[in-house]
Every structure is written in C-alpha cells, then in structure tokens.
C-alpha cells in the first residue's frame, strides 16, 4: 500500500534556528498535509498543500508541494520553545475521501 | 464551538477483554474517522463513518469495529483485546460531504488504551 517516508526522524536544534524536514512518497499524491502533535494531544492540521509546485505558509511556518507530486516539504524558521512536538505530513489514500496515510513524523527537540 | 470529544481518555484492560471507545465529533459533522496510533507503526486509518454508514475502511482485522448513530457520534469496539493492540486511538471528524474535496479532518485527543 501506499506509504510516506518521513525523514529527519528526530531534530536536536537551537532555539532561533530554522527548521526542515521532508516527505517522500513512492506514488503521486494530490494532496499534502501537514500536521503537528503536542503530548497528550491529536494532530493538528499546520498547512495543506493541493497543486503540485504550490508554495504555501503559515506564519513562520513554510510547506512546498513538491513538482513531481511525491514529495513535500515542510520548513520552520526562527524556531520558538513552542515548536517542540512531532511533525507528520499525511496524504489521502484515496483522493476525495477522508482516510490519511501518515508518515512517521519528526521529533522536533529544542533547547533554549 | 467545541472540538472532538474522546472518552474515556485513559483506559487498562487484559487480554482477551473487548473494549468500546467514544467519539463525539465537532457540531454539524457528519464524518467521523478513527485511527491507531502505535509508537511501531505510527498513524494507521481504522475506519470511516459517514451519516451511519460505513464509507472507507483500513487493513485491521475483523475484531476492530464500529458504528455510527443517527447525531454523528461514533463507537469504535475491539473484541478479544491482544497485547499488540496497545495504542492511542484518536478520532477525527469533518462535514464528510460525499465526493468533496478532501476536507480538514479535526483530530480529538485520543484514548490511550493499555492491554496487560
């Protein structure tokens, strides 16, 4: 079945530092999502993506849907204490319907 | 307006139990999806539930199940619990309008289920 690759799996940076992290999949998607989980929490959605090349962001936070439409990629700059938490990208299995496939996410770690 | 609703959120059974988990979802959504969520395996779709009826579902066996009523709250039930089945199960809710666009799916925060 479908799958994502999720790649840095963990991040250790400084406070102020950007951040990258990316998304890989062995087929086309049409739709990229970006979502972020606190302890404790469900996901919440950060950023979705729905045309191939598109560039969208959301506050310090940037997400890129990639040309070939198997990949994306998800960019924090000047990274904040709140940022700490795992950072999944998803895709609709099937396009139109509500049923995601996630990547593993990325463990963002930062010291103050 | 309120968001996803999840009870109870901490649960421990044994093996061989069933459980039953409840999601109500945000005001005037229609869908409702689950998913398991395994430090192994990540985020895995179980289901999906639209207007009472089940409309997508994911590669989990026949112990894992679920429902719908009629004021868009949804059940999901696991029968002979195994260890393997130790996750944090969340839901997710959207309007669900039939052949829209994919739509934002708001997630609950899940019940953590622990099988001795």
């Known amino acids: 079945g479908q799958q994502l690759n999720q790649s840095p799996q963990s991040m250790f940076i400084q406070e102020g530092e950007d951040v990258s992290m990316n998304c890989t999949s062995s087929?086309?998607?049409?739709?990229w999502l970006w979502y972020k989980q606190d302890p404790g929490e469900g996901p919440v959605l950060l950023i979705a993506l729905y045309k191939a090349g598109e560039l969208t962001s959301n506050g310090r936070l940037t997400a890129q849907f990639g040309i070939t439409r198997k990949d994306s990629f998800l960019n924090i700059s000047a990274s904040i204490p709140s940022d700490v938490g795992i950072y999944f990208c998803?895709?609709?299995?099937?396009?139109?319907?509500?049923?995601?496939?996630f990547g593993q996410g990325t463990r963002l770690t930062i010291n103050p | 307006k309120a968001g996803v609703t999840q009870t109870p959120r901490y649960l421990i059974k044994t093996r061989g139990q069933q459980v039953t988990l409840s999601c109500s979802p945000i005001s005037g959504h229609r869908s409702v999806s689950w998913y398991q969520q395994t430090p192994g395996q990540g985020l895995q779709f179980l289901f999906e539930?639209?207007?009472?009826?089940?409309?997508n579902k994911g590669n989990f066996p026949g112990r894992f199940s679920g429902r719908q009523f009629s004021n868009s709250r949804s059940e999901m039930n696991v029968s002979t619990l195994e260890l393997g089945d130790s996750a944090l199960y969340l839901c997710?809710?959207?309007?669900?309008?039939?052949?829209?666009?994919?739509?934002?799916?708001?997630f609950g925060p899940g019940t953590r289920l622990l099988v001795l």
């Open positions: 087929s086309i998607f049409n739709t």
């Open positions: 998803a895709g609709p299995i099937i396009q139109g319907a509500q049923k995601l496939v």
């Open positions: 997710a809710s959207s309007f669900g309008f039939a052949g829209g666009a994919l739509e934002t799916q708001y």
């Open positions: 539930y639209f207007s009472e009826t089940q409309r």
